[in-house]
């Protein structure tokens, strides 16, 4: 298993393929040196009605600190207003931080007979790579529908309610900012 944790990135054309079409998402450290310092990314299909998550990754000086969580948030607030209904991964069932992991942040094993054609499809590739030398499942988070946004009301302070900018909180730095498709 050690060969696939040390496997190389994808490679950068395909990743720049995934960014052109708004499917690649980058968390990256704003209190960097640079201010953009990547964290983590992940790169994700439309497949079946769902939006597949093709690869996710978290430097391991980052683990710990809900990057692939905000990471995987993003696309599921993402996916209904694209008409999409679920996420979907194929990972490996017996390694802490993937199937265990995934099932504590909503996700279930799918039994063979609830497999799409096109997660068939994806298996049958990564058997193709190797991948089946340990057991591996597809996974789901099902999704609530997109909801029509209400107008966010303005809401003006009265005089008698309105806050002393003296004794309001400092707003909190956020530690990790997450850019990709809108």
Do not use: K
Not at 32 to 61: C, K, W
Not at 135 to 154: F, G, H, I, K
Request: aromatic share 4%.
């Amino acid at each position: 298993m050690d060969s696939v944790a040390d496997d190389d990135p994808p490679p950068l054309d395909l990743l720049e393929s995934y960014r052109r079409a708004g499917r690649c998402w980058v968390a990256t450290d704003p209190l960097s040196a640079t201010g953009d310092r990547p964290l983590g990314y992940v790169i994700a299909d439309p497949v079946d009605g769902a939006l597949h998550i093709e690869q996710i990754s978290v430097d391991p000086v980052a683990a710990r600190r809900g990057i692939g969580r905000t990471l995987i948030d993003r696309l599921a607030a993402l996916a209904p207003g694209q008409g999409l209904t679920a996420l979907t991964l194929t990972t490996f069932s017996d390694v802490p931080w993937n199937a265990p992991y995934y099932a504590r942040i909503g996700f279930r094993v799918l039994h063979d007979r609830e497999l799409t054609d096109g997660l068939r499809t994806i298996r049958g590739e990564e058997a193709q790579h190797g991948l089946d030398r340990w057991p591996r499942v597809c996974m789901r988070r099902d999704l609530l529908p997109a909801q029509p946004s209400a107008p966010t009301p303005t809401l003006m302070p009265t005089p008698a309610t309105a806050p002393n900018p003296a004794s309001a909180p400092a707003p909190e730095s956020a530690s990790v900012a997450v850019s990709g498709a809108p």
